[in-house]
């Protein structure tokens, strides 16, 4: 993933591991454009979850991960910003213990609708395509719209804040002029699936279950 980096802004040769050449590659865009650098991580956890329940490998992808992330805390008078998704906590998995200048917004009110689309997003920029589908399923827009947001609106991050769309969704919703599944069809969340099978979980003990903020 940081080799196109590397190329584009150089490499010396003593950079002979992830965390050496994120180093290098942090500090030489920072001298040739003159700003400060913005990291963006999708999925940093990715790698980890692929091997939660094989403690060796576990323990070694953990080493590369740390040494891996180590720069983001050694050079932050040159980092503007720094976002980084994941499905875990990053706590929990350990990678973050160098790192004291983190913070998690997950469920934070104000940050409740960066990963989703609004209703009045929806309406605005979505208003064309739902238009289609009401005619293609004839019925009204207003209907339309009802029925997207039952099917692809509900993800709620913090308390009584606004609730956001499945993005992925319903873009494809509106491409493909169809009400489908979409998130579960292409994204099983398999790493859950394994967790529950490891600690033999009985899914039907989850039912109305209500989880505390502290359970996080």
Not at 111 to 117: D, L, P, R
Not at 131 to 159: C, H, I, L, P, Q
Not at 166 to 194: C, H
Request: proline residues 4%; hydrophobic residues 40%.
């Amino acid at each position: 993933m940081l080799k196109p980096l590397a190329e584009k802004y150089g490499r010396d040769q003593d950079e002979n591991t992830p965390g050496k050449l994120f180093t290098g590659i942090l500090n030489r865009a920072h001298e040739k454009t003159g700003s400060q650098v913005v990291v963006l991580i999708d999925e940093y956890d990715a790698p980890l979850l692929d091997v939660l329940h094989d403690n060796v490998t576990l323990d070694e992808m953990r080493g590369v991960m740390q040494e891996f992330y180590q720069p983001l805390k050694a050079n932050e008078a040159i980092i503007k910003f720094c976002f980084i998704t994941g499905i875990t906590k990053f706590s929990q998995l350990s990678i973050f213990s160098t790192l004291n200048n983190i913070k998690n917004v997950s469920l934070l009110p104000k940050f409740a609708s960066i990963c989703g689309f609004t209703d009045r997003e929806v309406l605005e920029y979505f208003k064309d395509g739902i238009s289609r589908m009401a005619e293609r399923y004839k019925v009204s827009t207003e209907d339309m719209f009802a029925r997207v947001k039952w099917m692809y609106d509900g993800y709620n991050f913090a308390g009584n804040s606004e609730s956001v769309y499945n993005p992925f969704s319903l873009l494809n919703a509106v491409d493909d002029q169809m009400l489908k599944g979409y998130w579960f069809e292409t994204g099983t969340p398999t790493f859950l699936i394994r967790q529950m099978k490891h600690f033999h979980t009985d899914i039907t003990s989850l039912d109305k279950i209500e989880v505390p903020e502290t359970s996080r």
